[in-house]
């Protein structure tokens, strides 16, 4: 039996960078263009997101099967801090003026992982020490990729990082087979997500104190603050009931519904955060409008029903007819939204009933 793995104040602290991380990267939703947010922004939005994601998740895992709190690890940790710190200051839309400082950042903490990998101790069983190799050559892989873009200009050093980042992410899934064999602590790695989706979950706080400081007070206004803050409390009500008593911490597996779930996951709460003070300001015509809201929320949906399906008890586990319920809730309210045009506070009234219906109905 694999003893419980607890999260550590030094974990804690390491995540805290990444607040300040997960904001600069929800603000790129903020620019809205002629009632829209431009494709180029969405993307920009995606592509500064996942290397926050992943270089989070990176140190994430490797103190999940093998960190110890001792000093060794703890120095690696703060070089990690370092290197974070590093790239959270460089995140801008304005890649170009902040690619180096970025890449040194994101590239450094991507090899403090791969050392710590490739120098895990030879007590460790024979699987562990295959695994951790495994792990660091897959990174090694992606770090020489990303490196080599430094030889480019323009935008074909952006698609050489991001093809070494994709490599990064997308080896461990083709290795699934050898990480299985050093699963996952379970208790420890949803704990650790559960944490970061407070970080993400703040952002819709923090959306919601940025109305709140708004002068303009009228029923509307009252309406779209009661409305919105029932929701984000709905959101987080559904998420953390789901964690703490509906899904199995004993299963072990290489945890990868739960690593690549949560990044949509993210995504659609970055998406929901950014909506809220979208929807304030009328910022989006009203077509766009609906399609971004509904589409973050449905996103969400979908990832959180996938990523718990596979933990759930099994007697808890949602039927096909719940997630037809959920789909009828949801669609029903678009048809209507279609046909009538409803003010920003009734977008906001239905989310939060699918809100209250889908956190009542898994919880």
């Known amino acids: 039996m694999i003893?419980?793995?607890?999260?550590?104040?030094?974990?804690?602290?390491?995540?805290?960078?990444?607040?300040?991380?997960?904001?600069?990267?929800?603000?790129?939703?903020?620019?809205?263009?002629?009632?829209?947010?431009?494709?180029?922004?969405?993307m920009k939005f995606v592509l500064i997101?996942?290397?926050?994601?992943?270089?989070?998740?990176?140190?994430t895992l490797f103190i999940n099967r093998y960190g110890q709190d001792i000093f060794?690890?703890?120095?690696?940790?703060?070089?990690?801090?370092?290197?974070?710190m590093v790239m959270t200051a460089s995140l801008s839309v304005d890649f170009d003026q902040h690619y180096l400082s970025f890449f040194v950042g994101y590239i450094g903490s991507r090899v403090f992982t791969m050392i710590q990998y490739f120098t895990i101790h030879k007590s460790k069983s024979e699987q562990q020490q295959q695994a951790a190799r495994f792990l660091g050559q897959c990174f090694l892989i992606g770090i020489l990729i990303s490196t080599?873009?430094?030889?480019?200009?323009?935008?074909?050093?952006?698609v050489i990082l991001y093809a070494g980042i994709a490599v990064d992410i997308i080896l461990p899934l083709i290795g699934r087979k050898k990480l299985?064999?050093?699963?996952?602590?379970?208790?420890?790695?949803?704990?650790?997500?559960?944490?970061?989706?407070?970080?993400?979950?703040?952002?819709?706080?923090?959306?919601?104190?940025?109305?709140l400081q708004l002068d303009h007070w009228d029923l509307k206004s009252v309406l779209f603050i009661a409305f919105t803050s029932v929701f984000v409390i709905a959101l987080w009500w559904q998420y953390f009931d789901n964690v703490?008593?509906?899904?199995?911490?004993?299963?072990?597996?290489?945890?990868?519904?739960?690593?690549?779930?949560?990044?949509?996951?993210?995504?659609?709460?970055s998406m929901i955060a950014a909506s809220i003070q979208l929807l304030y300001l009328n910022k989006l015509n009203y077509l766009f409008m609906l399609g971004f809201v509904f589409g973050s929320v449905l996103l969400y949906f979908m990832s959180t029903s996938l990523v718990f399906h596979r933990y759930r008890y099994t007697h808890m586990r949602l039927r096909p007819y719940h997630l037809a319920i959920m789909l009828g809730v949801i669609g029903t309210f678009i048809i209507i939204d279609l046909i009538y045009r409803v003010p920003n506070y009734a977008i906001v009234g239905e989310n939060m009933a699918f809100f209250l219906i889908y956190a009542k109905m898994t919880t």
């Not at 904001?23 to 494709?39: D, P």
């Not at 060794?72 to 370092?82: D, E, G, P, T």
């Open 49 to 59: 997101f996942i290397p926050v994601w992943w270089a989070w998740v990176g140190q």
């Open 180 to 211: 299985v064999k050093v699963p996952i602590h379970t208790h420890h790695l949803l704990e650790r997500f559960a944490l970061f989706t407070l970080i993400l979950l703040g952002e819709s706080v923090v959306s919601i104190i940025a109305v």
């Open 148 to 158: 080599s873009s430094l030889f480019f200009d323009s935008w074909l050093r952006y």
């Open 244 to 269: 703490e008593k509906k899904v199995s911490k004993e299963i072990q597996t290489a945890g990868q519904a739960i690593i690549y779930g949560h990044l949509f996951i993210y995504i659609s709460m």
């Open 3 to 42: 003893m419980e793995k607890k999260v550590t104040w030094l974990e804690l602290f390491y995540d805290l960078l990444f607040v300040a991380a997960v904001a600069k990267a929800s603000h790129v939703l903020l620019h809205a263009e002629h009632g829209v947010i431009t494709f180029e922004y969405l």
């Open 72 to 84: 060794i690890h703890r120095v690696f940790l703060i070089l990690q801090l370092l290197s974070v």
